[in-house]
């Protein structure tokens, strides 16, 4: 199962970010993910780094880990935006970049205090996950140089996609259109979600299709042998992704060493 970690960028200097960055990639994860915020509103926070322009600076201080966004808010992010930012980070990274989208957040969410002050829409749950599929369809065009996107950059390789997930529904959407799902630990019915997912991969024919979870940086996660890992492998998880914040500090990455490197 593969390790890797997601860098929170609220209330984090650009220098420390990227010197997680590089630890993270010394101490044996696989890859560096970080999250897309336009704000810290919803954590009370004093502000965030920028996703776009943190990855290209992580492709060019590391050399190995792979990276990309975990995940892009796609009623924020037009598709066109994400195609060329998603190409010129393939390109920066010499192929170690990966698509993580999401469906954001509604009403009743905490995190879509961050699009109502600035205007955006806060969708109900049936748009937001239609704006997923909206997202990788043009993606997918975009990709196999659909002569309507003439001129917009191609990646090379197209990134994989993951899709992250908050119950069965959305899970469908991932396993029909993405080549991944992402959960976090606190998903209600994980295994009801997952199998909603690998369901809907195997009706629409989509092979290698993998089940990946966002979990606390925490010795019970990142250790291959744990009970925690091997309950979710079970399940059919093949790669977890481990929340860093400033707050824990950058020897906690140093230390996770031990762990990565076996995971």
């Keep these: 199962m593969q390790t890797d970690i997601v860098l929170n960028p609220i209330d984090v200097s650009a220098p420390m970010f990227l ?9 044996g994860f696989g ?3 970080t999250y897309d915020h336009i704000s810290a509103v919803a954590f009370r926070g004093h502000g965030t780094l920028d996703v ?3 990855l290209g600076a992580v492709a060019a201080v590391t050399e190995r880990v792979h990276l990309g966004p975990l995940v892009v808010n796609t009623p924020a992010r037009h598709p066109a935006h994400i195609a060329v930012a998603s190409a010129s980070l393939q ?6 970049f990966g698509l993580g989208l999401g469906a954001g957040a509604g009403t009743e969410s905490k995190y879509s205090e961050e699009l109502a002050m600035v205007g955006l829409p806060v969708l109900d749950a049936a748009s937001r996950r239609q704006r997923v599929v909206e997202a990788i369809e043009v993606l ?3 990709w196999a140089r659909d002569p309507r996107y003439v001129g917009i950059a191609v990646p090379e390789p197209p990134p994989p996609i993951y899709v992250a997930a908050n119950g069965p529904r959305l899970a469908a959407v991932a396993g029909a259109h993405a080549d991944a799902v992402n959960f976090h630990d606190w998903q209600a019915d994980l295994p009801g979600a997952v199998a909603a997912a690998v369901a809907a991969a195997r009706e629409a024919g989509n092979e290698g299709f993998r089940v990946t979870l966002e979990v606390p940086f ?6 291959a042998d744990s009970a925690e890992r091997e309950g979710v492998a079970e399940l059919g998880v093949s790669q977890v992704m481990a929340r860093w914040s400033a707050d824990l500090g950058l020897d906690a990455i140093e230390a996770a060493a031990r762990w990565t490197e076996t995971a």
């Design 19 to 27: 010197e997680a960055a590089r630890r993270a990639e010394a101490a």
């Design 31 to 33: 890859a560096v993910w």
């Design 52 to 54: 776009w322009s943190m």
């Design 91 to 96: 390109a920066l990274s010499g192929g170690r």
């Design 140 to 142: 997918r065009a975009v």
């Design 218 to 223: 925490e010795e019970k996660w990142l250790r």
